[in-house]
């Protein structure tokens, strides 16, 4: 079974500073797949980045980066000048396969990330 | 980018009565789509699978008969909450997974509230 550890209930950060959220996972697939959504007080799940347990290179998306470490099972995400407007829940997801040709994502419990001015 | 719409964003309803939460793709189809839940401060938890022309899949613990789920087209996914109880009041987000291993699409999520 698939299962995704986030061992930072809350975080703070001080406005444009960097930030790394922690993620660790385990999973017996071969392949999978690792996500970081962000989750503002409105509900709606915003996709951050994405990275392929075979990709070579550590995904960037903006000031998103991904410091992906396979052996050690770890995906954090690290936030770059951190702004106000980035304080939101945060949720590291891993994809694994349903069958019938399609996939889900397990989450973990989340980070609330807190920027103060 | 993709989109994925629900509709209601909000309902209020009383103990007993059937809620009906509608999930769209609204310019790709979707064979399968994810209906999750989320209580207060917790993460998404995944309720069942829609396949549409199937089935739906539940996970461990959901009752199906209490959580209808119907895949009536390729774009369209609903979730039935039978007898609503105010233990039901969560909010409720379905998503779609798109072509690329990255894509998965969420709606804006219903927050729903039994009293």
Redesign the interface.
Known sequence: AQKITQTQPGMFVQEKEAVTLDCTYDTSDPSYGLFWYKQPSSGEMIFLIYQGSYDQQNATEGRYSLNFQKARKSANLVISASQLGDSAMYFCAMRSYSGAGSYQLTFGKGTKLSVIP | GAVVSQHPSRVICKSGTSVKIECRSLDFQA??M?WYR?FPK?????MA?S?EGSKA?YEQGVEKDKFLINHASLTLSTLTVTSAHPEDSS?Y?C?A?GGG??E?F?G??T?LTVL
Do not use: D
């Open positions: 064979t399968t994810f989320q917790q993460s998404l938890m995944l699978t396949n899949t909010f987000i998503s997974p291993v990255n998965q969420f804006p999520g927050r």
